[in-house]
């Protein structure tokens, strides 16, 4: 589950990404007023930087749920130990 959520966060991110691109195109090309560029980029960025916390929230919940070979063997050892 983690990790289906850390894609579709990915995904989201890349596609506000692609929109605030969009936009500066627009914005160079002289499409789109400055105050109308930044009015619209600002809530954008928000979403960029709210979507890499909740990524790196992911990616801790992922690395504490993880079994790596270091902590089998840390497992098998204090089983050892006990039984």
């Known amino acids: 589950m983690p990790q289906q959520a850390l894609h579709h966060g990915q995904r989201c991110r890349e596609l506000t990404e ?4 969009e936009l500066l ?3 160079l ?3 789109l007023p400055k ?3 930044t009015a619209n980029r600002k809530p954008l960025e928000t979403d960029i930087a709210a979507a890499e916390n909740e990524r790196r929230k992911i ?4 690395n504490i749920e993880t079994l790596t070979p270091e902590r089998i063997a840390n497992i098998n050892e204090f089983a050892r130990q006990i039984g």
């Open 29 to 31: 090309d002289k499409a």
């Open 18 to 21: 692609q929109h605030v691109d």
């Open 35 to 37: 105050d109308e560029y």
């Open 59 to 62: 990616q801790t919940r992922l």
């Open 25 to 27: 195109e627009l914005y």
